[in-house]
Every structure is written in C-alpha cells, then in structure tokens.
C-alpha cells in the first residue's frame, strides 16, 4: 500500500476507535457551549466498489442508508444549500443541529442508492455536475482504470445520464451545481482556461436544466494542492456563482467566506459512530494533521 493511503486509513481507523468517546465529549461540550456551527457533508460515490485511487472516498449503499439514518434519529434538520446561502448572506442564525448533503462529480451511482433513501427521509441535497462528463458515456479518468479492470462494475462507476437528472431535479428535492467543465486543478490553469470552466459549465448547466446554477464545487477542493487560487477566488465571483465549497475540512459559521465553504468529506471509513462524531465537531481538529498530510504528500489525482 501507498505511504500515503497506510497514513489515511491508519488514521481513520484511529479516528474509528476514538469516535465513541469522542462523540460523549462533545456532545457534553455543546450542552454548555452554544455551537452554531454547520456541517456540509461530501459524499462522491455510493458503491460497495473498494479498489481504486478514490476507494478511500467511496461509501457502500448500505453504510449510507445508516448515516442517513442516523441524521433522523438524532433530530438533524436537513438543510438545502441555498436555505444555507440565506442564513450566511442574511447573517440570520443558523437552525440548531442542522447539516447540508453534498454528491461531487454527479455520479449515476447517487441516483440509484442515495435517491431512494433521500426521498424516505425527504432530505435534501445538491449534486454538483461536471460540464464535460454528465449526460455522457465518458468516465472519469480514475473510474476508467476501475472499469478496465471490472467491466462488470460499469454501471457503478458511471456518471448520471440526463433522464436520471431530470428525475431528481422534478422532484425539488435535489438542486444541482457545478463542479467545473473538465474536472481540473483549476488554481493551475491560465486565467482564460478557468473562466472557460466556470463560465461555460454554468451556462451549459442552466440550459439542460433550464434553472439557475448559483453553486459551485471546487474540483479536488484543496488551495495547498492548487485547487484554489486567488485567481479562482476572483473570477468565481466575476462568473456569477453565488456559493462555492472546497474540501477543505471543518464546519461553517455565520461569519465565513460563502466562496469557500469547509466541508467534510464520507467515506467508506466512516461508521455511524464516526460519523455522529464528525457532525458534532469531533473531527474539526483533523484540519491540523490535514494540513500537514499534504505538505507532506503530492496529490495523487
Ligand atoms: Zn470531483
């Protein structure tokens, strides 16, 4: 195994067996400690798939039907992002134990698992669509490698047709965003190239669905790994977008930067516990050893 895929499982299996007494912690604290704090979850794709550059980030359909499940029976409200986008841009307060569902890279993965489980509970989410794929046969480069090796598992790998978009989109239960035309380090790219990807996925969003695309998701999300760049801070807000989460990991308050929202990513690591943990702020610290993690590392993707 990689150095750095040992270091983030080894990690995460720490964070795993701390989760119990950690969640106790700060489940205290908050009685004491008013925390208006807001979770946006990342999700990518809902598969059993446990092989590939991104196994790490995929999350079994039935481990997400147990977080989900964990949300209810805890007494999370669901929030969509733009009643987020309200309370940050209106400083009006944000509901107490609330959290936002996020699905990057549109996978068709989402609306086969995830769907049916979302409309139970009626929760809300946005899927953020790329430009380029969406709609498409085309995958992404690292699902390809998957689907080379699995041809079985095409179907779980591949990304959301437009039938299955219009579907959710009918149901006004999940809004979409954009997450760039072609899925690069947009902080690397020259300035024309990035106005191309923000401008021309939000135009090209808004016609197939024929809504506003205020949203936006970075690509990789991370500014060390040149994700994000003052650059793209700029002409984030020049192309119109309203909103942008990155996957730089914490929880957001009334105060932050709407362009650059923390979020915080699920993975198939991420047992109920854990993931119980996470939502309460037990897992806001990891920013620390996170930031080293990557000055450390070079980005695989
Ligand atoms: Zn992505």
Excluded at 25 to 49: N, V
Aim: proline share 6%; net charge positive.
């Amino acid at each position: 195994m990689h150095p750095r895929s040992f270091l983030k499982n080894s990690f995460t299996k720490l964070m795993n067996t701390s989760a119990a007494p950690l969640y106790r912690i700060f489940k205290i604290k908050r009685r004491f400690l008013p925390d208006a704090r807001i979770p946006i979850l990342t999700y990518h794709k809902i598969t059993d798939i446990d092989f590939g550059v991104d196994a790490f980030w995929n999350v079994p359909p039935s481990l997400f039907a147990r977080h989900m499940a964990c949300l209810a029976a805890e007494g999370f409200k669901v929030l969509a992002l733009h009643e987020l986008y309200d309370c940050i841009s209106m400083k009006a307060e944000i509901p107490r134990d609330s959290v936002v569902l996020t699905f990057d890279d549109g996978y068709a993965n989402v609306f086969r698992y995830a769907y049916p489980v979302l409309k139970e509970y009626g929760f809300p989410a946005t899927i953020f669509l790329t430009g380029d794929y969406s709609g498409g046969k085309n995958l992404y480069w690292w699902d390809r490698e998957v689907a080379e090796r699995r041809p079985d598992l095409y179907e779980d790998v591949r990304v959301l047709n437009w039938d299955e978009i219009k579907e959710m989109q009918s149901s006004k239960l999940i809004t979409f965003g954009s997450h760039s035309m072609s899925h690069q380090h947009l902080g690397q790219l020259p300035r024309p190239r990035i106005e191309y990807e923000l401008r021309q996925s939000r135009a090209y969003l808004e016609k197939r669905l024929n809504q506003p695309v205020r949203f936006f998701a970075y690509p990789g999300g991370i500014r060390a790994y040149g994700d994000i760049s003052e650059e793209t801070d700029l002409l984030l807000v020049e192309s119109g977008y309203q909103l942008a989460c990155t996957s730089e990991t914490g929880r957001n308050s009334l105060r932050d930067n709407l362009y650059a929202l923390k979020r915080i990513g699920m993975g198939r690591n991420d047992s109920p516990s854990l993931f119980r943990a996470k939502l309460i702020g037990g897992y806001d610290w990891v920013k620390w050893p996170q930031r080293a993690f990557h000055g450390m590392f070079k980005n695989p993707w």
